[in-house]
């Protein structure tokens, strides 16, 4: 197998907002009914770290009708901010080695990820891969496309408890990578391997590939919605933190 060649990193070196060549932020209530308005002022650079963090704070919903049944809509105030960082439009890439060293809050009703989208099609359909999630005590490496109902995806995960690792190992970094090439995707912590997914099987119903196309990355915080759990015991803010992120290919 040929070496691989780092191809882009952003190693968070340069104290203030996050370099805008690599990354752009997706901004106010985005997807899975979570509690958090997403802002481009919660993520900065301290001393070689991207820090992302969960506030939080109470402002009126810009967005807000009454009697929306929509959920983005009929929240009347903005109970919790984050960040969520993503590469679309800006960088993109079909296979390779994806790392991302960093270090989790593992507090209740907190929704840190690392993840992929391909970028053509709408969700599933696209293609996800969770190189790493973590909700309700426990760590999950996924890879989802698409069912013949929409919206609705087909999932191949590994879910991992907390308690499944040494005692304080959400106080220290952690490694996750990804190894993706055209028949397989591979999503590891700390070289011990979660998942592997076979990329010719995850096929969408029309027959498309989502594992052959270009992906873009994303880092966020997420907090409650559909997955993330009750935060009300948490103190804030909480932070997400990462060293790096690198691709090799």
Sequence with gaps: MPARKLVWADEFNTDGAPDPKNWTFE??????????WYQPE??????GLLIIEARKENKPNPNYEAGSTEWRKSRKTIDYTAACLITKGLHQWQYGRFEMRGKINVDPGLWPAFWTLGVKGEWPSNGEIDIMEYYRNTLLAN???????????NWNSTKVPLSDFKKNWANQFHIWRMDWDENSIKLYVDDRL?????SQKTVNPDGSHPFDQPHYL???LAIGGQNGGDPSQTSFPARFEVDYVRVYQ
């Design 143 to 153: 890879v989802a496309w698409a069912t013949p109902t929409r919206y609705k995806a």
């Design 218 to 220: 994303l880092l966020n």
């Design 42 to 47: 919660n993520a900065y650079c301290k001393k």
């Design 194 to 198: 979660l998942l592997t997914s076979d």
């Design 27 to 36: 901004q106010g209530f985005v997807r899975n009914e979570e509690l958090q």
